[in-house]
């Protein structure tokens, strides 16, 4: 396989998709979000020296960087970037498919000097530091392993604009809701199950399912009961076997689960509460808008649904590690919150654009990379697409230049006169 003409063929591409996503942006700005969007493909990370050095620029990579800081902080760019992404991907948004809302954080361990440093919880090693809260979308469909990023967006609880941490998750589900015109179900774990993020969802007609705490209430039989309460009540006529990889290793639940239906406090529209036992101790409660009734199908296919949340969960760490967004170095704010949508529009790029033969041929290159490796291959393919597009660039680099404007032939629709 010709990796050097591939790699000429891949950069080809991404300067026509960033030629897309920098419509109507000047000149320079265009320039920028294509190197952008190509350095964090091809370095996998956002810090700007590494990605500099991807360019082949003819001048020192001090100046590279100095120039890619200057673009960082052009006001507007991230929203104007995260607009357009937006736009491609609800294209491929349907009547059913699942928009995965995930909040996570940026943990800035040792920063100092970055602006509006906020106090966050860092999920992985159970404890509150300094960084940034960010709001993730991607759309999945169930019993499909494709994703679609579609938001990627950076905030600050001490940013003088911030309203609350519903309102930044508001603000994001409105902006996909308008983008995809209402279709799609919001998948949402524990914390999604708040009184300010329910009631303001149903008024906006909004379909869900939810991860429920159990100390929440509920209504049922027309009593206010706590969630956990109404689980000891519910039937779980139905079983299924699930095999989830957990650290590497095939790990076999079996499922119990079943329903009720139940109205939110405050709210007169029916929800279904989906109960399943199996996974742990404590059952796990959803809370859906969706209609349910004695089925199987119907039941399965949400629980299915949940457990697509998971797999999705596993792809948005990758992207967070393997980016180095937690070692992202720029001070400003602005150019922080300009970073998110480049990050989503470069994974955007790795997990949509790329036709099944060219994910085929990355997937060879990046075998050749992980071979080397002594802790073996990811798991979920999208981590193997994302490096083998690494390892070819990086074997085989070069410049990436914006791409010749089509020129169109106007045809006549008469024939020449004998």
């Known amino acids: 396989m010709d990796y050097s003409k591939m790699a000429r063929k891949l950069r080809e591409k991404i300067a026509r998709f960033s030629g897309e996503l920098s419509k109507g942006l000047p000149?320079?700005?265009?320039?920028?979000?294509?190197?952008?969007?190509?350095?964090?493909?091809?370095s996998q990370s956002v810090v700007?020296?590494?990605?500099?050095?991807?360019?082949?620029?003819?001048?020192?990579?001090?100046?590279?960087?100095?120039?890619?800081?200057r673009q960082l902080l052009r006001k507007g760019l991230g929203t104007k970037i995260q607009k357009k992404l937006?736009?491609?991907?609800?294209?491929?948004?349907?009547?059913?498919?699942?928009?995965?809302?995930?909040?996570?954080?940026?943990?800035k361990k040792y920063a100092k000097k970055m602006q509006y440093l906020a106090t966050v919880h860092d999920g992985s090693e159970h404890e509150l530091g300094n960084g940034y809260w960010t709001c993730n979308v991607v759309a999945a469909e169930v019993g499909d392993s494709k994703i679609v990023p579609l938001v990627g967006r950076l905030y600050s609880a001490d940013a003088p604009e911030f309203v609350s941490e519903n309102h930044e998750i508001l603000t994001v589900m409105d902006m996909v809701a308008v983008a995809v015109k209402k279709?799609?179900?919001?998948?949402?774990?524990?914390?999604?199950?708040?009184?300010?993020?329910?009631?303001?969802?149903?008024?906006?007609?909004?379909?869900?399912?939810?991860?429920?705490?159990?100390?929440?209430?509920?209504?049922?039989?027309?009593?206010?009961?706590?969630?956990?309460?109404?689980?000891?009540?519910?039937?779980?006529?139905?079983?299924?076997?699930?095999?989830?990889?957990?650290?590497?290793?095939e790990k076999v639940y079996h499922l119990e689960f079943g329903y009720r239906n139940v109205q939110f406090p405050g709210r007169k529209e029916t929800l279904g509460l989906v109960v399943v036992r199996g996974f742990g101790v404590e059952p796990m409660m959803l809370l859906t808008t969706e209609p349910l009734r004695r089925s199987r199908k119907v039941l399965w296919r949400l629980v299915?649904?949940?457990?697509?949340?998971?797999?999705?969960?596993?792809?948005?760490?990758?992207?967070?590690?393997?980016?180095?967004?937690?070692d992202v170095r720029v001070l400003n704010y602005r150019s922080l919150q300009n970073i998110m949508p480049l990050v989503c529009a470069a994974a955007y790029f790795a997990a949509v654009l790329l036709d099944p033969e060219?994910?085929?041929?990355?997937?060879?290159?990046?075998?050749?990379?992980?071979?080397?490796?002594?802790?073996?291959?990811?798991?979920?393919?999208?981590?193997?697409?994302?490096?083998?597009?690494?390892?070819?660039?990086?074997?085989?680099?070069?410049?990436?230049?914006?791409?010749?404007?089509?020129?169109?032939?106007?045809?006549?629709?008469?024939?020449?006169?004998?």
């Open 183 to 249: 279709r799609g179900i919001w998948v949402i774990d524990r914390g999604g199950d708040r009184k300010n993020l329910i009631h303001p969802m149903l008024q906006r007609g909004y379909r869900f399912l939810i991860r429920l705490i159990g100390n929440r209430d509920l209504i049922w039989s027309n009593k206010a009961m706590l969630v956990e309460e109404i689980v000891k009540d519910t039937p779980l006529p139905y079983a299924e076997t699930v095999v989830k990889m957990d650290d590497g290793k």
């Open 86 to 107: 937006l736009t491609m991907g609800a294209a491929l948004v349907g009547k059913d498919t699942l928009l995965i809302l995930d909040p996570s954080d940026i943990r």
């Open 27 to 42: 000149k320079t700005a265009a320039r920028f979000v294509q190197e952008m969007v190509y350095g964090i493909q091809a």
């Open 48 to 69: 700007l020296t590494k990605v500099g050095r991807t360019l082949e620029e003819p001048v020192s990579i001090k100046k590279v960087e100095e120039r890619l800081s």
């Open 358 to 418: 060219s994910k085929l041929k990355v997937i060879a290159g990046y075998v050749l990379k992980a071979a080397k490796r002594l802790f073996g291959i990811p798991d979920f393919h999208y981590y193997s697409i994302a490096d083998g597009l690494t390892s070819i660039f990086m074997r085989h680099p070069g410049r990436i230049v914006r791409p010749l404007p089509q020129v169109t032939v106007q045809r006549s629709l008469f024939p020449s006169s004998p």
């Open 304 to 326: 299915r649904a949940y457990l697509r949340r998971w797999a999705i969960e596993e792809t948005l760490r990758y992207v967070k590690q393997s980016y180095e967004l937690e």
